[in-house]
Structure formats: C-alpha cells, structure tokens
C-alpha cells in the first residue's frame, strides 16, 4: 500500500525526513509561561517502574521524576484501550463523548473531529510550539493526523505497531495470509503528513524509541526561547516488543524489561536537554500510560502490581496507571498524592497553567493543579468518575474510595499465567451478574466485595450513574445519550 488513503506522498528520502522540522510563529506568549512535556507509554502496568515497586527492571530516570516531584498513587486513564484513552487525555472529555471508542484499526473510518480543540490547539492561542512524537493512535486519514490538530511537527506511527501484519498471533502466516486476515500489510512510519517509511518492518521497529527520542531533544533545542508543549508517546511495551541493540539484554526481566529500561533512558534524555538548556524550572514533565498491562502476552507483558486484571477491563489494573510528575520550584519533592486523578485533567490544568482559554463545548476533565503540586489538603474536584468501555457500557463509578461494579461481561485469565515468547494465552469471558462494591482504600486488590455492608454507598453511586447515563448513555441499560459529539468522519 503506496499511501494513507491516497492523499498522503512519500518523502524524497527518509534520512532528511526523519530530522526535519518547523517551528511555531512566536506569537502573544506570556513573558514565563510554563513548558509541558507529557509521555505516554504504551500498555504500561502499575508495577512497571521502580518507584512503583517493579523488580528486574531499573527505572533511574522515572524513580528520580517521583523524588524530584510527585508520584500519583490513583491515577486513572477514561478507558482501558489505545484510542479511546489517547482521546481522553488530548480533548480533557470521556471518549465517548467524543466519539471515540475502542482502538481504531488501519483505515478507520472515523477520528478526532476538527471541533474538538487538542492539547496543542489550546496553547497554541499563546504561541506554544507544539510537537508530537510517537504513536498518535486518533485516526490516520490525513485529516486526523496531528499536524491537522494543533501541532507543528509530528513523526510516528498512525496507530498500535501491531497493526496487522506484526500482530504476535499473525507472524507465522504468510504475506498472502496476513493481507486475507486484515487486509492491510503496511505499517507507515509518518513526518508531518508524509509517508517517510511505507513499512516499519522488524528491522526499523527497535529503532522507534531513540527515533522519537532524538526528534524530542531535537524540538526542545530548537524552541528553548519560546514556550512550547511536547507529547511523546511511545509505540512501547505494546507487543510486539522490539528494544534497540544498547538495552537488549540488559535487565533482568527479559525483553520486557529490557523496553521498559529503554524508555527510562528516553525520559532521561528529554531531562538532559531540558536543564542543558537552562529550562528545568520552566517546564511541567509529566509521565504516565495509555492502560495497563496486556496480560495475556505474560512474559511479555507488564505487571498490574498489586491491582486486579488488566488492559480491556475497568477493573483497577486496566485502568489505575504510574503517574509522576516534576517541576522544580513549583512542585514540591518527594511527596505522594493519594487522591485520584484521571487523565482528562490534564487539559484544563494545562489551560489554568498557560492562561489559555478552554473550549466554549463541554469537557470532562477539572484543573488538579492544587493535587499536582501536591497542596496540603486538596481535594479531587470531580463528584466522580466514570469508566466505559465496549460499546458505550457504562462498567463502573467511582467516588473517593468507593467503587461500584456495575453488572457487565469482562475478559479475564482466571488466575492462570500469560503467555511466553510473545504467543498470548487465551482469556476467558466472565459475567458480573449483580453490582459490587470494593473499598479502593483498605482493599487495592479488589477482593472482597462490600456491597451488602454498604446499602447506602451503592444508592448513591447507581444514583450518579443514572445521571451520567442520561449524558453519555449506556448501551447496558438501553439508554441513548444526549450529550455526546459526533467523532470526525472521512468523506
């Protein structure tokens, strides 16, 4: 396949196009408005760095963030699934009511609307340069890409480096066979709108972390004397994993660990390039992942910690995600959050941070800055949350410590291992017949339901979920919603 729906052209060479880039038109900053760097890993479990309590894995670059900063211990994604929680975090809104479900395959039909104002748009209004770098994941018509939503620069990949013909479950079949199953055998390495590599084969993915890495120092260089946002979003640890010649073999955790070190040393050197150029104290550097941990790949998975199942479940473990943040002299070091926090936050918090004026539609998210510099007594703003998944299922509500199951079907292993090598194991589906209640507090592992002692906390939460369900809806229970936006289409 030659090209992205026809529209997008090949660069002339790949080497030039890697590197190239442009900058933002200076504009109407204010004299100190912050920087924002904001990672985003891939398929990332709770346990997975150090500060976090991993084992077999060295996280210095990450465990130094958490001791300069603040580390989250409840923080939370919208959905548990590529686009839709890439969604939550760019527009501050549920994805659904955005219209973004799932994890959108090659050549989708939909993407983000240009109605929705991203991330970049919003601090583009005061002459932000702005990049993106990495798996992007929100429609790869070219009308979806990011350089069409507020950013100046982009390389990456449209969607998951999964998609379709390096899928684990499909390697052993033949090109014919791989075109047959899904019908799309490229994976496009994309700068700007151009297709600069039609096929990031097994050769070229173990080079995507320093090839984002470089682009990301790069860009940091070029904008040192104006304000700028920068979103790294690594294709990694999704399967399948690939890990550069200079971490392979290095931790003691095998190939997945090995990834997760690499993405360490990345996160250093966006550290490194921020103090050389003098920008330590001008720049919010937050990290955290889209999901967790893809628990069926086993050996080549994450690790959920202590929290229960994993990605494609509300549970605690597919959706509760390591966050840390560090901005020194604005955020104090070392200290802990125990209140939650969810991803679509962190756009209103970058728009009280940067002056910038939200969008006149409704979102989501609230501003968390008095958590996220960790103010003695702040308070999570929201009534609160809200996790759908599927086909617009409202799964679960959580308030404070409380958090009510709603009935639903998941997937889950059953308590038997993953996979090795690569080759998942196969879930099994489960009913939750009746609502449970888990007190997130004194039982992070979701064992026990307090449902029956607790008759008046689950009056309350259904009570918040029948309001929400008025919103956004909820295909469960049959109801259509009334405050969702229609995602972006191709014509």
């Known amino acids: 396949m030659k090209q992205l729906h026809g529209l997008i052209h090949y660069a002339a060479a790949l080497a030039g196009a890697l590197f190239s880039f442009h900058t933002a038109t200076p504009a109407s900053a204010a004299q100190g408005s912050p920087n924002v760097v904001v990672i985003f890993a891939d398929d990332m479990g709770y346990g997975d760095l150090g500060c976090f309590g991993a084992k077999g894995q060295a996280t210095p670059n990450l465990d130094r963030m958490a001791a300069e900063g603040v580390k989250f211990e409840r923080f939370y994604v919208a959905q548990p699934v590529c686009s839709a929680s890439r969604m939550a975090l760019m527009t501050g809104c549920y994805p659904n009511r955005v219209g973004i479900k799932g994890a959108l395959g090659p050549g989708a039909k939909v993407g983000i609307s240009k109605e929705e104002t991203t991330l970049a748009e919003l601090v583009k209004q005061n002459g932000y340069a702005t990049a993106a770098f990495g798996k992007w994941h929100l429609g790869d018509a070219p009308q979806f890409l990011p350089v069409h939503h507020g950013f100046d620069e982009y390389l990456g990949l449209p969607y998951s480096n999964d998609m379709w013909p390096y899928h684990p479950e499909l390697v052993n079949l033949n090109p014919e066979q791989r075109k047959k199953r899904r019908g799309f055998p490229v994976l496009p390495l994309v700068d700007g709108d151009r297709i600069v590599l039609p096929e990031v084969t097994a050769v070229e993915q173990p080079r995507l972390t320093t090839w984002y890495t470089q682009r990301a120092v790069k860009f940091i260089n070029a904008n040192k004397e104006k304000p700028f946002l920068l979103y790294l979003a690594h294709s990694m640890p999704h399967v399948p994993l690939f890990v550069s010649d200079k971490y392979q073999g290095k931790s003691a955790n095998g190939v997945y660990g090995d990834v997760i070190e690499e993405i360490d040393w990345s996160v250093g050197e966006v550290l490194k390039a921020l103090k050389e150029n003098g920008l330590d104290e001008k720049t919010l550097v937050i990290f955290t992942s889209d999901n967790g941990p893809w628990l069926s790949y086993g050996t080549h998975s994450g690790s959920a910690g202590p929290l229960r199942e ?58 968390i800055w008095p958590l996220l510099s960790a103010t003695d007594g702040a308070k999570n703003p929201h009534e609160a949350y809200y996790f759908y998944y599927n086909d617009n299922e409202l799964q679960a509500v959580m308030k404070g410590r409380w958090k009510l199951y709603l009935p639903h079907s998941y997937r889950t292993l059953n308590g038997r291992p993953g996979g090795k090598g690569g080759v998942p194991a196969l879930y099994e589906q489960r009913k939750l017949e009746k609502q449970e209640l888990y007190d997130l507090v004194s039982d992070i592992a979701e064992r026990t339901d307090v449902a029956a002692a607790n008759p008046e906390v689950v009056a309350e939460l259904e009570k918040l979920a029948e309001g929400m369900r008025a919103d956004l809806g909820d295909s469960l229970t049959q109801r259509a919603p009334s405050g969702a936006r229609l995602p972006g289409k191709v014509e």
Do not use: C, N, Y
């Open 310 to 367: 994993g990605k494609g479940t509300v549970w605690e473990g597919g959706v509760r995600e390591p966050f840390v943040a560090r901005w020194p002299g604005k955020i104090p070091s070392g200290k802990v959050v125990t209140e939650p926090a969810m991803t679509i936050d962190i756009l209103p918090t970058v728009a009280a941070l940067t002056g910038s004026q939200l969008p006149d539609h409704k979102i989501d998210g609230r501003d």
